[in-house]
T-cell receptor, first 118, second 111 residues
């Protein structure tokens, strides 16, 4: 199993350009997440999905859009990149388990995408 | 709001024991996670506590006191490869997306 993979690993954009980050997981997890990590700050949740076809906003959603057309993929889009979006982006996935059943619902992270916006 | 505090940096000697503390003040509590993150890499899961007490897993142990809003991660027999950041995260509700991370503690292990 590859676990959680992310594409691309590095990217440099100019202000105003758009791009899509791809996250894929092969663990059959229901839940997927996009975080950003900035120096001196904890991981912050951008958007998340609790199942195919569903998405929801996290703590810092502005300037980003997401889609979950297939269970194994979660896409993060930047329509018009800004320097404030320079960051390391991590995707994660988890399995919530059956209702009332034992599950820590641990999140497993991908290797990250390092994005610089000039 | 949610507040999770950890020391920013710590240094310890190879072979020694180090304790990394985490205090939290959150609107709810449904479990506490510890992750390890090597520089330039993804966070990897270390431990999970939801009830008070100590969870031991090899050289690593994690302790939780819900009444005190306090947890620690104990690393024994430190190795150079343990140099990394250690992230404390609190799940504040029933949903797994309700996970708030601390800023992390950067541990440097010296010979």
């Amino acid at each position: 199993n590859a676990g959680v993979t992310q594409t691309p690993k590095f990217r440099v954009l100019k202000t105003g350009q758009s791009m899509t980050l791809l996250c894929a997981q092969d663990m059959n997890h229901e839940y997927m997440y996009w975080y950003r990590q900035d120096p001196g700050m904890g991981l912050r949740l951008i958007h998340y999905s609790v199942g195919e076809g569903t998405t929801a906003k996290g703590e810092v959603p502005d300037g980003y859009n997401v889609s979950r057309l297939k269970k194994q993929n979660f896409l993060l889009g930047l329509e018009s990149a800004a320097p404030s979006q320079t960051s390391v982006y991590f995707c994660a996935s988890s399995y919530p388990g059956l209702a009332g059943g034992p599950s820590t619902d641990t999140q497993y992270f991908g290797p990250g995408t390092r994005l610089t916006v000039l | 709001g949610q507040n999770i505090d950890q020391p920013t940096e710590m240094t310890a000697t190879e072979g020694a024991i180090v304790q990394i503390n985490c205090t939290y003040q959150t609107s709810g509590f449904n479990g506490l996670f510890w992750y390890q993150q090597h520089a330039g890499e993804a966070p990897t899961f270390l431990s999970y506590n939801v009830l008070d007490g100590l969870e031991e897993k090899g050289r690593f142990s994690s302790f939780l006191s819900r009444s005190k809003g306090y947890s620690y991660l104990l690393l024994k027999e430190l190795q150079m490869k343990d140099s990394a950041s250690y992230l404390c995260a609190v799940r504040t509700g029933a949903g797994s997306y309700q996970l708030t991370f601390g800023k992390g503690t950067k541990l440097s292990v010296i010979p």
